[in-house]
């Protein structure tokens, strides 16, 4: 018998302004709506790209004001797929508007690596169960546009032009 279970993620809970979000398990509905979103945002990073698929320096770099805008907007559709369900209050306007720079950096990066990051880990999990010593993980899914280390999310600093979001001061629990 094949137990499922073992391919569904820890929880991780944020908490914000009283409302605690899990963002370890995505539902499968979510997860193609999460992903058409990742999609734009691939599109979006990929002005931050010479010909050759080099990142454009800093000093090079000429970006209208609305991208960062943009970026932001999508990363807020992405929060508001993962914390509505859960919270009907946790609009992406109303996550924009309360939340600083810090806590939402966190919060969008936790749900890009926790859609994305435990896949393999869990077809391994799987496989070891089922004593398959291949490699169960589907070639498609290394080679993903959608990963997150290409979206604006995983890819950035607050400092940077390049994405309005940090990694720095990701975790568990972000304060109010």
């Known amino acids: 018998m094949t137990d499922l279970d073992v391919l569904r993620p820890a929880r991780v809970e944020f908490t914000f302004h009283g409302f605690t979000v899990d963002v370890g398990f995505t539902p499968a509905r979510l997860a193609s709506q999460i992903e058409a979103v990742s999609k734009e945002m691939v599109q979006l990073g990929s002005k931050l790209l010479n010909a050759k698929g080099e990142p454009i320096p800093d000093d090079e770099l000429q970006l209208d004001r609305g991208y960062v805008a943009k970026a932001q907007e999508l990363q807020a559709q992405i929060c508001e797929l993962v914390c509505q369900p859960q919270h009907e209050e946790l609009t992406a306007d109303w996550l924009l508007d309360n939340l600083n720079l810090s806590q939402f950096s966190a919060l969008v990066t936790a749900i890009l690596e926790n859609l994305y990051g435990p896949q393999t880990a869990a077809l391994n999990r799987l496989a070891a169960q089922q ?27 607050t400092t940077s032009a390049r994405s309005p979001s940090s990694t720095a001061g990701a975790r568990a629990t972000a304060g109010s």
């Not at 004593?131 to 600093?157: M, N």
Request: proline share 19%.
């Open 131 to 157: 004593g398959d010593e291949a490699d169960p993980t589907p070639p498609a899914a290394e080679a993903s546009d959608s990963s997150p280390a290409k979206t604006p999310a995983a890819t950035g600093s």
